[in-house]
């Protein structure tokens, strides 16, 4: 027997899975495919603006009642992710992305053929094309929880939100173009025509990359939930076929986004990024009357071309950003690293529960909040004084890049704090932070109105400012907050 023991030949150990399956290069494609369908969420939105004058006069109706369009689609903008989030957290990101979009453009048609004496049809068919767009970055930033480990979050998640956050910009001159060329229709064909290319190349190419269903992506799944053209994953899938592979997480029951607000650190960060987008949201909405009435010498065109700096602005911020977030990270793992201790290899998708991620995330926010404070006010007054068009336009930029930093380092971090739960908690983000916009942009016009532009930016300025004592807040006790969710993850556990 013992001889028998001696002689036997060990079973080799199985390699440990890699957090996911897909190389670098693969987890770019994915972000550079969920960047192209988050783009429509703003775009949607904005791209309007500058027909608003037209399609007034077209409907006969006052700019008041069109602007109630814009209302309704922030409300359902702000709504609808909430559903979304829950089917994308449940059943998968690659259906939900591609239904959303295929809702966009069938809406999209729907607002281009109404009739013009139809007003009630506008504001119907612009709920729908909230609905579909709204929630595409809800699970845009799924899908990069899905593929990535702390150590790499923040580069991907800051190239993911370019496209969301330059569309802002980019929309109003694309809509102004098409609605002085073609008409205030061409607008909607051209979303509709974007759209469905969107979820024709989402079918062809995005893979499922839901945890609960998928694992890091190696799991065999039935023929439904592939892509048609599967190239992204294949030689991953190849690699990992013959070992033991299940889902990192249980499919998950519905539930609540809502109740990801019971939790305090939480809902301080929606606290601290709405009011922080809302202030944003209400420079940009603002920019075409403010200029008109500066520089009257500006035309359409022109005026459009002016939302250009604060989306390049945003389009550099998403770029500096990603990269700072991990290089702080890494600069903060190896500050507080103990050479006695094992450390925990984070890019294998381990999870190092004693290291403080709030401070990571978060210690270089208030410098950058307090450059997004100075640079609405500088431009508040810039705009006020009639000085030369170059200075509010440098400071728009400015505006751009600090806020995009902002936003992306709350995000990465509420993904860091509820990793399976991306979707939702996106959804809740921007729940919050549409519903503080649609507020803030029904109140600018009277608020510009009553003070004069310097002193309403000074306001909106240091409203954002008292956001920053609130980050001290959650650094101090985010740990907390994080062990009392980690043992109450446990005491569930067991009891189930």
């Given amino acids: 027997m013992e001889a028998k023991e001696e002689g036997a030949v060990p079973h080799p150990t199985p390699p440990e899975q890699p957090y996911t399956i897909y190389t670098p290069t693969e987890k770019w494609l994915i972000v550079c495919l969920i960047a192209f369908g988050g783009l429509f969420s703003p775009l949607s939105s904005n791209i309007y603006f500058p027909a608003i004058p037209t399609i007034a006069r077209a409907f006969d109706k006052s700019i008041e009642l069109i602007n109630l369009t814009v209302t309704l689609y922030l409300v359902f903008q702000a709504i609808t992710p909430m559903f979304w989030s829950i089917i994308a957290d449940t059943y998968g990101r690659r259906?939900?992305?591609?239904?959303?979009?295929?809702?966009?453009?069938?809406?999209?048609?729907?607002?281009?053929?109404?009739?013009?004496?139809?007003?009630?049809?506008?504001?119907?068919?612009?709920?729908?094309?909230?609905?579909?767009?709204?929630?595409?970055?809800?699970?845009?930033?799924?899908?990069?929880?899905?593929?990535?480990?702390?150590?790499?979050?923040?580069?991907?998640?800051?190239?993911?939100?370019?496209?969301?956050?330059?569309?802002?910009?980019?929309?109003?001159?694309?809509?102004?173009?098409?609605?002085?060329?073609?008409?205030?229709?061409?607008?909607?064909?051209?979303?509709?025509?974007?759209?469905?290319?969107?979820?024709?190349?989402?079918?062809?190419?995005?893979?499922?990359?839901?945890?609960?269903?998928?694992?890091n992506g190696s799991i065999p799944l039935p023929r439904f939930y592939h892509a048609v053209i599967p190239v992204i994953g294949r030689e991953g899938r190849k690699s990992w076929s013959q070992t033991s592979s299940t889902p990192t997480s249980a499919r998950k029951k519905?539930?609540?986004?809502?109740?990801?607000?019971?939790?305090?650190?939480?809902?301080?960060?929606?606290?601290?990024?709405?009011?922080?987008?809302?202030?944003?949201?209400?420079?940009i909405a603002s920019i075409s009357s403010v200029f008109h009435d500066a520089y009257p010498q500006l035309n359409e065109t022109e005026l459009g071309l002016c939302f250009l700096t604060i989306g390049g602005g945003t389009l550099l911020g998403s770029w500096v950003c990603g990269r700072l977030l991990d290089w702080d990270y890494q600069r903060l793992r190896l500050a507080l690293r103990d050479p006695n201790v094992e450390q925990v290899d984070e890019t294998s998708g381990k999870v190092d529960d004693s290291f403080p991620i709030e401070k990571a995330r978060l210690r270089l926010l208030p410098t950058f909040l307090a450059f997004f404070v100075v640079s609405c006010i500088g431009y508040g007054w810039g705009i006020d004084k009639r000085t030369h068009i170059s200075g509010p336009l440098v400071l728009l930029t400015g505006v751009g890049l600090v806020v995009i930093t902002v936003m992306n380092c709350i995000q990465t971090l509420m993904l860091d704090l509820m990793p399976t739960h991306g979707s939702a908690i996106t959804a809740c983000n921007n729940l919050v932070r549409c519903g503080l916009g649609a507020a803030l942009v029904s109140g600018i016009q009277p608020l510009l109105d009553a003070l004069g532009a310097g002193y309403a930016y000074v306001l909106l300025g240091g409203l954002s400012a008292l956001m920053a004592p609130l980050l001290y807040v959650v650094i101090h006790i985010g740990p907390r907050c994080r062990a009392r969710r980690i043992r109450m993850a446990e005491e569930r556990r067991e009891r189930e």
């Fill in 95 to 215: 259906h939900s992305f591609i239904l959303c979009l295929l809702l966009l453009s069938l809406s999209c048609v729907g607002v281009a053929l109404t009739p013009t004496h139809d007003y009630w049809l506008l504001l119907f068919l612009r709920c729908f094309q909230a609905a579909g767009s709204a929630s595409t970055v809800a699970i845009m930033v799924g899908v990069v929880g899905d593929i990535s480990t702390r150590a790499d979050r923040g580069g991907f998640l800051g190239i993911a939100t370019i496209g969301p956050m330059f569309a802002p910009a980019v929309g109003p001159v694309i809509g102004g173009v098409l609605a002085d060329k073609l008409g205030w229709r061409s607008i909607f064909w051209f979303l509709c025509i974007a759209s469905s290319i969107c979820a024709v190349v989402m079918i062809l190419f995005l893979p499922e990359t839901l945890r609960a269903i998928v694992g």
């Fill in 254 to 283: 519905f539930q609540n986004p809502l109740l990801l607000l019971l939790h305090i650190d939480v809902a301080l960060l929606l606290l601290i990024n709405g009011v922080v987008y809302s202030v944003f949201y209400g420079v």
